[in-house]
């Protein structure tokens, strides 16, 4: 592969563009970390490299759409991530994803111990979801936005991070979009 990788920067992540010499036909994609790699053939022209690069994004988000984790799976992972960042004091009754959250990524009623997640967060990158749940199970120990609760966001190595990628989607959210866009 030659070693002039190009970078660019999508909604959802870097993208990485390996040009190979060997690669005479196929194009490939893969995660790595927050980065998407895109595997071309060396020969490609720009026009194409970009086609691509479109069509593998496309292909691999609604690969991604499909392992969506159903509730079940939530509150095993809430359980874990309240092992790993609270000792296990944050303790969730159910959690679930709803489809009525569209201006909060996710709710807590700590008197009942319910954990509630936007569907929009489905298909977002795992430490993101992570990022939401170690948030509201941080309700679950402190109800308000105080200091307490946002030391114990601490303890979530990526928070920061998810804040940003969060802060990105809503920003993406608002920007104008073109006429022929919002027909689609």
């Known amino acids: 592969m030659s070693a002039d990788p190009s970078s660019r920067l999508t909604a959802t992540s870097a993208v990485e563009v390996r040009r190979s010499a060997r690669r005479s036909r196929t ?5 790595e970390g927050d980065r998407t ?15 691509w690069v479109t069509v593998m994004l496309d292909k691999l988000a609604a690969q ?9 799976a939530l509150i095993e992972r809430a359980e874990r991530l309240s092992a790993q960042y609270f000792d296990g004091r944050a303790r969730p009754v159910s959690v679930r994803w ?16 319910s954990i509630r997640l936007s569907h929009r967060l489905q298909g977002m990158p795992e430490y993101v979801v992570d990022y939401v749940l170690v948030h509201e199970l941080a ?17 979530y190595p990526r928070t920061e991070r998810a804040r940003g990628y969060l802060e990105g989607v809503v920003a993406a959210d608002r920007l104008p979009h073109s006429p022929s866009t919002r027909d689609d």
């Open 37 to 51: 790699i895109v595997l071309i053939p060396a020969r490609m022209s720009e026009a194409e490299e970009r086609r």
């Open 64 to 72: 991604e759409s499909k392992r969506v984790i159903g509730d079940e």
């Open 139 to 155: 309700h679950l120990l402190v109800p308000g936005h105080g200091p307490r609760f946002w030391r114990l966001l601490e303890a």
């Open 27 to 31: 194009v490939s994609a893969y995660r």
């Open 98 to 113: 709803v489809t009525n959250q569209n201006t909060r990524w996710g709710s807590c009623t700590p008197a009942e111990g």
